[in-house]
Structures are given as structure tokens and as C-alpha cells.
């Protein structure tokens, strides 16, 4: 027998004769229309990638004949997908509201309308339009959350990461700052207070223990090299039963008494009171605040619902320093943030809440989803070989806050006769736009409470793509 990679046999050499040239099947009728919508580039690479594989497939003997009608199909598929945007959006059906990998908070129709202004034209970015001569862009950020949380001063960076790096290395690069080790936390990813503290210069001195932290603790820590007691709230986990760590008013009093600033890193970015919206557990940016803490920082993009971004609010020296700092200008924001930020935070201003997409989300009931669940079970039920049930289940923040508190959400469980949940999940994934869903004990499980109305028929839709 030959070898299968025998190119001397006859049969591999005629296939191989067949194959047009590239410049034939760039000149027929399909391939000429296609250039018109993708370009001249993209399909004369397509074109070349595809008889490549095409070749590679008849010499190891796994092709018969050569079709052109088939090679067409396959530059088209190929120069499509290239022509097509990587960032795609994507149904996400899994409950998880801000789902780090899906981008977190879906902004605001406010947010993208003042956006999409933004960035359209030109705008007074860094313009003081009184006085007709150049100004500051924390001008727009120093209004706003002065506006919201009656800060003295804030800065806005690309994501709080940076707005904890930046405050540390400028507060204190080279001295010593305190944290609890019950607050020594790592985010998803690859954010861990201990490795930001080193990057950013700052000493840290571990006080207390895991599960119980006293103001003594501190005290008992602070030298002549000490610049900074950091508070940091464990998002994603919750130390519970024999705790306790000092109220921030003790912090606060402790940090006078020596000269010494108070830090906090609160993370989700909740703003105001969420606790009727119910979220439980989530220190307001405004009690730090008040508390008399120098600077906290939060995300944008969790909680707050707005885009990604690192906000430092607090009193003015601090964060002037904070600004002065060289690495500020590195890791500053552009116009399309702070326009979708002040659009969102905007609507807190107007008490219109529900107008944030996280928040509104968050907010459904399973008396609100059940009903658009079944709606959707039925019509998944109607395809043969579907079995679309609704059952209770929970959602959650995601994030990294609010860890261990479920939204009772409705979900809708879907087999099918012979394809696996594993397969179902595959097929939605890989469906135009994508659907991201789950899968548990053998089923594809669907939580609408993420899913925009307009969305639910696309979805069923997908399951119509499936036989
Ligand atoms: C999420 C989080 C961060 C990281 O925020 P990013 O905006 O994702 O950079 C830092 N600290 C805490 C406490 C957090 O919850």
C-alpha cells in the first residue's frame, strides 16, 4: 500500500492538478462580490489559507475530489470570519450579572448616548470654557463625585487595580503600610493586596490575624516609617463567626492621633445604600467617607454599573499629591470613560436607579422572571427532541461582591434526546451572536435575569438552528 503522504501516487497528483490558481478563483462571479464588501486583502489571504488546507488534505490522503463550488464556501467562510469584529457581543444567559469575562456592568442608554457624543466630535475634554484657556479633565470627575458623594477631590483611573497601585505609591513608596491579614485578599485575575503593595513600593506590616483584628493591633505597629492604615474590604469572601476588626471611626481616630492617612479599597463601588435593591453587605463609598477616611477607591464597572474604571475619592491634600504623581497621566482615563461615568452617575444623581442595567437586573424578582421563563421553555419544548422545564434556581452579583448572596431567579433547564447538555452548550456558544449559558446535572440551564427582552427571541431562535 502506499504511504498516505505519497505524492508520486497518480490519483494524489491529478487532485493536486485540480486545484485552480488563485488568481482563476479570485476572478469568478462569488469571489469578485466578496472582495467588494471585505477587500482585495482578506480574500486573497482566505484564498490562500484555504487551498493550503487543501493541499495539506490531499497529500495525507483524507480528500477525493476537488470541488469548486465547496472552495468557494470555504473563502467565503474564512474571509467572513476574518472581516468580522473579535469583540462580539454575546447573549449571557448564565444569571452571573457582572460577569468579569462577559465585561461586567452593561452600560446605560444615557451612558452610550453621551458616549457616542463624546467621541463623535470634540468636547471640552481639557477646555475651561469660562475663562476660554486650558483646563484640568478631573475637572468633569472632581464635580461629579463631589455632586454624588460630597468628595472634597476625585480622580478617576483605568480600574481600581491602578487607582490602589497609584495611591499607594504616591502615599507610601518607601514607608510602611498597615493592613489587617484578614484583608490581605486576592480579586480574580491576578490582583493580590500584598503583590500591588510591593509593586507600588510600600512596605506592608501585617497586624492581627486571619479572622479577628483589633485597633491595639495597629497601634501596637505604627513606627516613624509608618505612612498609611489600609482598610480593605474582602469582596469575594466573607470571614464570619469569632471576627472583629476596629469600626473606621477607631481607624480613623487611631490614624490622627499619629499624623498617619486612612486608605480604603471598597472595591464593588456601591454608592449608595443598596440594601432595598438587596444587596446586603456592601459598604457605601459615602460612609467611608464620612467616617473621615483620606481615600477610598472603588471600581466603575461593578456595583456603580458604569464602565470600566478606578475612582479615587476623598480629602483634597492627599489626592493633590495623588494627581501631582507622574504615573497618574499613565494610568488616567480618556473622554469615552468619563462620558459614560457621568452619564451614570448622573442617573444616581436623579434617583433614577433603574436605569442601570446591573441594578435593574439585580433588582427582578423571580415573580418577574418566572413568566419569561416559561415563555421561552415552551417555545424550546415545541422542537423536536427538546425537553424545556422551568425551575427555581439563583443568580448571583458576580464581580466579586456580594459573595454567598443568591437572587431567586427562574431558570429554564433544556435536554434534548440526543444531544448532551455539554453539546447544547457548544452549539449556543457557538451560535451567531453567542449565547453563554450553563450546564448542571446533565442539563443546559438558561437565567434570563442577564437577558435583555429583545434578546429572548434570539435565543429561541438558536435552538430553532438545532435538529
Ligand atoms: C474588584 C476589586 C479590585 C479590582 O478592581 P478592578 O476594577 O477590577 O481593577 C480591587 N479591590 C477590591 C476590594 C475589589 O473588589
Redesign the pocket.
Known sequence: MNSPRDSSRPEVGNLLRQIPAVDELLSREMLLELEGRVGHRLVVEATRKVLQSLRERILSGSLASVSGEWLEKEILGEAETAAGFSLQPVVNATGVILH?NLG?APLAREALDHLAQAAAGYSNLEYDLERGERGKRDAHTDRLFGQLLGAERALVV???????FLALNTLAEGSEVIVSRGEL?E???S?R?PDVCAKSGALLREVGTTNRTRSSDYAAAITERTRVLLR?????FRIVGFTERPGLDELVELARKHRLLVME????GCVVDLSPWGVRDEPPATLSLKAGVDVV??????LLGGP???ILVGKREPLERIRKNPLFRALRVDKLTIAALEATVSLYLRGQLGSIPALRMMRLSRVEITPRAARLAERVSARPGFCAVVHEGDSVMG???TPGQALPTALVAVTHARHSAQELEQMLRCHKPPIIARVEENALLLDLRTVFEDQEDEIARAFETIS
Open positions: 468579569t461586567r483605568n480600574n481600581n487595580a491602578a487607582a490602589v485578599i480579586i480574580g485575575g490582583f493586596i480593605v474590604h474582602p469582596s469575594n479599597d471598597v472595591g464593588s477607591t472603588f471600581s466603575g464597572d461593578k470600566q474604571a478606578g464581580g466579586g461582591s
